[in-house]
T-cell receptor
């Protein structure tokens, strides 16, 4: 079974703080993704990575950056957190057809 | 069905009845369509997929129908159970391309 883990289930940060969200997978998948999920808006792609050190912007990359130094680890970085980044953040990998998701990190920015 | 905006469509179904969740997709070049189930507090989980060269695919208690003429996808759940209560997302993917586009989701409530 593919396992995708995220470093925190719940996180509370203050405006202006730098925030790191970590995601680790154990199935040697090439592609990894970061989404944010907001009520009624579904999943929106922030960034994805198709290989180590490779990344591509998704639909809403503004205010975020990513890092993929090792194949199994994909980090999402909020350089200066703002209240409109309060959301559920989901990491995923891509198998042959379907994606495998982590449990999510609910981030609150005060 | 699914909609763009802040309101999540909700489908309420009596336990034991069949459920039909609808989805409209946008990209006629998509060749994979996938349904995910997201239970409260968890990430989405794969249910079933269908390729664009098919119009029907069956799994255990679930059937997906694809109508490419009107770009419509549906998920049918037979004999709905309380454990089916969740938010259901459709997703489309163009083959060989990593990016997946998700619908906004439909909440299924099963009434015991």
């Amino acid at each position: 079974d593919v396992k995708v883990t995220q470093s925190s289930r719940y996180l509370v940060k203050r405006t202006g703080e730098k925030v790191f969200l970590e995601c680790v997978q154990d199935m040697d998948h090439e592609n990894m993704f970061w989404y944010r999920q907001d009520p009624g808006l579904g999943l929106r792609l922030i960034y994805f990575s198709y290989d180590v050190k490779m990344k591509e912007k998704g639909d809403i990359p503004e205010g975020y950056s990513v890092s993929r130094e090792k194949k199994e680890r994909f980090s999402l970085i909020l350089e200066s957190a703002s209240t409109n980044q309060t959301s559920m953040y989901l990491c995923a990998t891509l198998g042959t057809i379907e994606q495998f998701f982590g449990p999510g990190t609910r981030l609150t920015v005060l | 069905g699914e909609s763009v905006g802040l309101h999540l469509p909700t489908l309420s179904v009596q336990e034991g009845d069949n459920s039909i969740i609808n989805c409209a997709y946008s990209n006629s070049a998509s060749d994979y369509f996938i349904w995910y189930k997201q239970e409260s507090g968890k990430g989405p989980q794969f249910i079933i997929d269908i390729r664009s060269n098919m119009d029907k695919r069956q799994g255990q208690r679930v059937t997906v129908l694809l109508n490419k003429t009107v770009k419509h996808l549906s998920l049918q759940i037979a004999a709905t159970q309380p454990g089916d209560s969740a938010v259901y997302f459709c997703a489309e993917r163009a083959g060989g391309y990593q990016k997946v586009t998700f619908g906004t989701g439909t909440k299924l409530q099963v009434i015991p």
